[in-house]
């Protein structure tokens, strides 16, 4: 096992995961550990990493830094993304269903095919974000 942290854009940690050293995507693993243990993942620097497919349903990741990570087909319904960044992201078949994303920056994102059914886009940047 090893310790995989997970930091703020500041720089200060916010969660450390004990992960399987023969994980092959480690943050992934981290990330999911911390949301089964509720821990609160606002302002995350998450940018580029791999989250395809992850449950994060629910989750607070308000402030968080997600430019250019993979969240294709990622379960998100009634998660909460205020003022967030997801520039250049993959979110292509993602569940955002009543996801708060209230202030998000979505600019260059894909959502392709992404579920948006009730979700809270107020003052949203969605500049050149593509969703068909």
């Given at each position: 096992?090893?310790?995989?942290?997970?930091?703020?854009?500041?720089?200060?940690?916010?969660?450390?995961?004990?992960?399987?050293?023969?994980?092959?995507?480690p943050l992934?693993?981290?990330?999911?550990?911390?949301y089964r243990a509720r821990a609160y993942l606002g302002g995350a620097c998450l940018a580029g990493s791999n989250l395809?497919?992850?449950?994060?349903?629910?989750?607070?990741?308000?402030g968080a830094c997600l430019d250019q990570a993979t969240l294709t087909g990622a379960r998100l319904r009634g998660a909460s993304f205020a003022n967030a960044?997801?520039?250049?992201?993959?979110?292509?078949?993602a569940d955002l269903a009543v996801a708060q994303l209230r202030g998000a920056c979505l600019t260059h994102a894909r959502l392709v095919d992404?579920?948006?059914?009730?979700?809270?886009?107020?003052?949203?940047?969605?500049?050149?974000?593509?969703l068909a």
């Open positions: 096992m090893r310790l995989v942290e997970i930091r703020s854009m500041a720089g200060i940690v916010i969660h450390v995961a004990e992960v399987a050293k023969t994980a092959s995507n992934r693993e981290a990330v999911s550990e911390a395809e497919g992850i449950n994060l349903e629910g989750i607070s990741l308000d960044s997801f520039r250049e992201a993959y979110l292509d078949g992404a579920c948006l059914d009730d979700a809270s886009l107020a003052y949203a940047n969605l500049a050149r974000c593509q």
